[in-house]
C-alpha cells in the first residue's frame, strides 16, 4: 500500500485534472489515471472521488464515471444525486448509465498536454 503522503498527492493530482472536466462532460476514472500515467489506478481515482465531497465542493466528481458510462459511484453523492448533477448539465441518464457516452466523454490526454 503506498505511504499517505503519496496517496494524498495522487488524490490531489486527481481532483486537479478532475477540475477541468468542461460543464456537459464526463471522463473515466480510468481516463484520469492513464492521464496521470498511473493507467492502472482507475480504482485509486474512485477513491478520490469519494472523498471529493469533503475534500472540495468545488470538485465535480459526478462528472467522472466507469469505462461504460455507469454511475458506479451515485452512493457517495448527498444532497442532489449524481444522475440529477449530470441532468442538470444536459446530459441525459438511463438506467444509471449515460445516454450518448462516447458523444460526451472527454478524454484529459487529448484535451490536455502534460
Do not use: C
Request: aromatic letters at 10%; proline letters at 3%; hydrophobic letters at 40%.
Amino acid at each position: 500500500m503506498a505511504n499517505q503522503s503519496n496517496t494524498d498527492s495522487f488524490f490531489e493530482r486527481v481532483y486537479e485534472v478532475v477540475k477541468l472536466i468542461p460543464y456537459g462532460r464526463v471522463t473515466s476514472y480510468g481516463a484520469v489515471a492513464r492521464y496521470l500515467g498511473s493507467g492502472q489506478s482507475a480504482r485509486m481515482v474512485g477513491w478520490a472521488m469519494n472523498l471529493a465531497h469533503v475534500t472540495d465542493a468545488s470538485i465535480p466528481a459526478h462528472r467522472v464515471v466507469n469505462r461504460v458510462g455507469l454511475l458506479s459511484g451515485k452512493h457517495h453523492f448527498i444532497g442532489k444525486s449524481m444522475q440529477q448533477r449530470l441532468e442538470e448539465e444536459g446530459i441525459l441518464v438511463k438506467d444509471d448509465t449515460i445516454v450518448d457516452f462516447n458523444t460526451h466523454f472527454w478524454n484529459p490526454e487529448k484535451e490536455l498536454s502534460l
